[in-house]
Protein backbone atom coordinates (compact mmCIF):
# COMPACT_ATOMS: atom_id res chain seq x y z
CA UNK A 1 0.00 0.00 0.00
CA UNK A 2 1.23 3.37 -0.83
CA UNK A 3 0.50 6.94 1.02
CA UNK A 4 -0.47 9.75 -1.08
CA UNK A 5 -0.31 12.94 1.08
CA UNK A 6 -0.78 16.49 -0.39
CA UNK A 7 -0.82 19.81 0.39
CA UNK A 8 0.88 23.38 -0.76
CA UNK A 9 3.38 22.55 1.72
CA UNK A 10 3.73 26.47 2.41
CA UNK A 11 6.47 25.97 4.21
CA UNK A 12 6.43 22.20 5.09
CA UNK A 13 6.76 21.91 8.92
CA UNK A 14 6.81 18.72 11.52
CA UNK A 15 2.95 18.46 11.38
CA UNK A 16 3.30 17.33 8.41
CA UNK A 17 6.14 15.16 8.38
CA UNK A 18 5.02 13.55 11.95
CA UNK A 19 1.61 12.76 10.36
CA UNK A 20 3.20 11.59 7.02
CA UNK A 21 5.24 9.07 9.30
CA UNK A 22 2.67 7.69 11.82
CA UNK A 23 0.38 6.90 9.18
CA UNK A 24 2.71 5.22 7.38
CA UNK A 25 3.77 2.97 10.26
CA UNK A 26 0.26 2.07 11.46
CA UNK A 27 -0.49 0.88 7.78
CA UNK A 28 2.83 -0.66 7.28
CA UNK A 29 2.80 1.45 4.16
CA UNK A 30 5.64 0.66 1.35
CA UNK A 31 6.12 4.35 1.37
CA UNK A 32 4.09 7.77 1.44
CA UNK A 33 4.81 10.53 -1.29
CA UNK A 34 4.08 14.32 -0.67
CA UNK A 35 2.75 15.60 -3.43
CA UNK A 36 2.85 19.48 -3.52
CA UNK A 37 0.06 21.28 -4.99
CA UNK A 38 0.72 23.61 -7.72
CA UNK A 39 -2.76 25.69 -7.86
CA UNK A 40 -5.11 24.67 -4.83
CA UNK A 41 -8.86 25.13 -5.76
CA UNK A 42 -10.29 25.34 -2.71
CA UNK A 43 -8.03 27.44 -0.56
CA UNK A 44 -5.60 30.80 -1.17
CA UNK A 45 -2.99 30.58 -3.51
CA UNK A 46 0.70 29.80 -2.23
CA UNK A 47 2.81 32.75 -1.16
CA UNK A 48 6.16 31.63 -2.58
CA UNK A 49 6.99 30.28 -6.19
CA UNK A 50 5.96 26.15 -6.79
CA UNK A 51 10.59 25.90 -6.72
CA UNK A 52 10.72 27.21 -3.03
CA UNK A 53 7.80 24.87 -1.73
CA UNK A 54 9.41 22.20 -3.72
CA UNK A 55 12.87 23.04 -2.64
CA UNK A 56 11.51 23.33 1.11
CA UNK A 57 10.16 19.76 1.02
CA UNK A 58 13.64 18.07 -0.70
CA UNK A 59 15.56 19.87 2.02
CA UNK A 60 12.76 18.17 5.09
CA UNK A 61 12.81 14.57 3.95
CA UNK A 62 16.57 14.67 2.88
CA UNK A 63 17.63 11.68 5.48
CA UNK A 64 14.35 9.95 5.71
CA UNK A 65 13.86 7.28 3.04
CA UNK A 66 10.12 6.31 3.97
CA UNK A 67 9.15 9.19 2.20
CA UNK A 68 9.05 10.22 -1.00
CA UNK A 69 8.10 13.43 -3.20
CA UNK A 70 6.14 13.18 -6.64
CA UNK A 71 5.89 16.17 -8.56
CA UNK A 72 3.00 15.08 -11.17
CA UNK A 73 0.85 18.33 -9.92
CA UNK A 74 4.04 20.40 -10.34
CA UNK A 75 4.89 18.99 -13.89
CA UNK A 76 1.02 19.42 -15.03
CA UNK A 77 0.93 22.80 -14.03
CA UNK A 78 3.76 23.44 -16.12
CA UNK A 79 2.05 22.21 -19.14
CA UNK A 80 -1.30 24.10 -18.01
CA UNK A 81 -0.80 26.92 -15.65
CA UNK A 82 -4.75 28.01 -15.81
CA UNK A 83 -5.98 24.67 -14.90
CA UNK A 84 -6.77 23.89 -10.91
CA UNK A 85 -4.43 20.71 -9.18
CA UNK A 86 -7.66 18.56 -8.86
CA UNK A 87 -6.97 15.48 -6.34
CA UNK A 88 -9.01 13.38 -8.91
CA UNK A 89 -6.85 14.22 -11.98
CA UNK A 90 -3.94 13.29 -9.77
CA UNK A 91 -5.09 9.98 -8.33
CA UNK A 92 -6.46 9.05 -11.80
CA UNK A 93 -2.46 9.59 -12.99
CA UNK A 94 -1.45 7.50 -10.33
CA UNK A 95 -3.85 4.74 -10.58
CA UNK A 96 -2.88 4.66 -14.36
CA UNK A 97 1.17 3.97 -12.78
CA UNK A 98 0.19 1.55 -9.77
CA UNK A 99 -2.34 -0.62 -11.48
CA UNK A 100 -3.03 -2.86 -8.53
CA UNK A 101 -2.02 -1.28 -5.37
CA UNK A 102 -4.08 -0.38 -2.60
CA UNK A 103 -3.54 4.02 -2.71
CA UNK A 104 -4.72 5.30 0.79
CA UNK A 105 -5.11 9.18 0.37
CA UNK A 106 -4.42 10.82 3.30
CA UNK A 107 -6.30 14.34 4.52
CA UNK A 108 -7.22 16.08 7.67
CA UNK A 109 -10.40 16.21 9.38
CA UNK A 110 -10.91 19.92 8.40
CA UNK A 111 -10.56 18.97 4.74
CA UNK A 112 -12.76 15.60 5.33
CA UNK A 113 -15.71 17.79 6.13
CA UNK A 114 -15.19 20.18 3.23
CA UNK A 115 -14.67 17.15 1.10
CA UNK A 116 -17.96 17.14 -1.06
CA UNK A 117 -16.92 20.57 -2.30
CA UNK A 118 -14.05 19.25 -3.82
CA UNK A 119 -14.38 18.68 -8.09
CA UNK A 120 -15.75 15.28 -9.00
CA UNK A 121 -15.23 14.24 -5.18
CA UNK A 122 -16.87 10.70 -5.01
CA UNK A 123 -14.75 9.57 -8.10
CA UNK A 124 -11.99 9.93 -5.23
CA UNK A 125 -13.16 6.64 -3.91
CA UNK A 126 -12.40 5.20 -7.84
CA UNK A 127 -9.11 5.58 -7.46
CA UNK A 128 -7.95 5.48 -3.76
CA UNK A 129 -9.14 4.85 0.06
CA UNK A 130 -9.52 7.92 1.99
CA UNK A 131 -8.04 8.20 4.95
CA UNK A 132 -8.99 10.90 7.58
CA UNK A 133 -6.43 11.80 10.48
CA UNK A 134 -8.34 12.80 13.32
CA UNK A 135 -8.34 14.61 16.92
CA UNK A 136 -10.10 12.34 20.06
CA UNK A 137 -13.20 12.98 20.23
CA UNK A 138 -14.08 13.42 16.38
CA UNK A 139 -17.51 12.55 15.73
CA UNK A 140 -18.81 10.68 12.49
CA UNK A 141 -22.49 10.19 13.45
CA UNK A 142 -24.00 13.21 10.62
CA UNK A 143 -22.05 11.28 7.88
CA UNK A 144 -24.21 10.65 4.79
CA UNK A 145 -25.30 7.60 3.61
CA UNK A 146 -22.62 7.98 0.80
CA UNK A 147 -19.41 7.81 3.72
CA UNK A 148 -20.92 5.00 5.97
CA UNK A 149 -21.80 2.68 3.35
CA UNK A 150 -17.53 2.98 2.78
CA UNK A 151 -16.23 2.90 6.42
CA UNK A 152 -14.57 0.93 8.01
CA UNK A 153 -12.91 0.61 11.20
CA UNK A 154 -10.48 -2.90 10.26
CA UNK A 155 -7.42 -1.67 8.59
CA UNK A 156 -7.14 -5.23 6.88
CA UNK A 157 -9.87 -3.86 3.89
CA UNK A 158 -7.76 -1.23 2.89
CA UNK A 159 -5.15 -4.08 1.75
CA UNK A 160 -7.61 -6.54 0.48
CA UNK A 161 -8.83 -3.73 -2.46
CA UNK A 162 -7.52 -1.08 -3.95
CA UNK A 163 -9.47 1.74 -3.33
CA UNK A 164 -13.27 2.48 -2.52
CA UNK A 165 -13.04 2.23 2.00
CA UNK A 166 -13.08 4.95 3.98
CA UNK A 167 -11.01 4.98 7.49
CA UNK A 168 -10.55 7.45 10.81
CA UNK A 169 -7.28 7.03 12.01
CA UNK A 170 -6.58 8.93 15.54
CA UNK A 171 -2.71 10.34 15.36
CA UNK A 172 -0.79 12.63 17.23
CA UNK A 173 -1.94 15.73 15.82
CA UNK A 174 1.07 18.90 16.29
CA UNK A 175 -1.00 21.91 16.58
CA UNK A 176 1.05 23.40 14.10
CA UNK A 177 -0.01 25.90 11.09
CA UNK A 178 1.87 27.02 7.96
CA UNK A 179 0.10 30.40 8.13
CA UNK A 180 0.83 30.70 12.05
CA UNK A 181 4.74 30.01 10.80
CA UNK A 182 4.23 32.59 7.61
CA UNK A 183 3.09 34.94 10.03
CA UNK A 184 5.77 34.52 12.80
CA UNK A 185 8.37 35.12 10.47
CA UNK A 186 6.77 38.01 8.46
CA UNK A 187 6.51 39.95 12.15
CA UNK A 188 10.49 38.70 12.58
CA UNK A 189 9.87 36.02 15.20
CA UNK A 190 11.65 32.31 15.77
CA UNK A 191 9.89 29.50 14.55
CA UNK A 192 12.37 27.27 15.79
CA UNK A 193 11.48 23.65 16.70
CA UNK A 194 8.26 23.90 14.32
CA UNK A 195 9.86 23.13 10.82
CA UNK A 196 13.55 21.40 9.97
CA UNK A 197 16.36 23.25 10.64
CA UNK A 198 17.26 23.24 6.87
CA UNK A 199 14.01 24.29 5.87
CA UNK A 200 14.69 27.34 8.58
CA UNK A 201 17.99 28.02 6.66
CA UNK A 202 16.56 27.72 3.09
CA UNK A 203 13.88 30.48 4.20
CA UNK A 204 16.15 32.82 5.78
CA UNK A 205 18.31 32.72 2.69
CA UNK A 206 15.84 33.28 0.16
CA UNK A 207 14.01 35.73 2.53
CA UNK A 208 10.51 33.85 2.27
CA UNK A 209 7.83 34.94 3.83
CA UNK A 210 9.17 38.51 4.98
CA UNK A 211 7.66 41.36 4.84
CA UNK A 212 9.21 45.56 4.24
Same mark, same amino acid.
Given at each position: ?8 ? #? +? ?9 ? *? ?25 ? $???? $? ?12 ? &? ?15 ? +? ?9 ? $? ?7 ? &? ?17 ? =? ?16 ? =???? #????? $? ?5 ? *? &? @???? @?????? *? ?21 ? @????? #???? *? ?11
Amino acid at each position: MIGIFGGTF #D +PIHYGHLRSAL *EVKDSFKLTEVRLIPCAKPAHREQPSV $RTDN $RLQMLQLAIKNQTE &LTIDTRELDRHSLSREV +PSYMVDTLKSL $RQDLKDEPL &LLIIGSDAFKQLTNWHQWP =QLFDYAHIVVLTRPGFVT =QQMD #DFFKD $RLTKEKG *E &L @AQTT @AGKLFM *EQITQLDISATAIRNMIANKQNP @AYLLP #DAVI *EYIKKNKLYETN
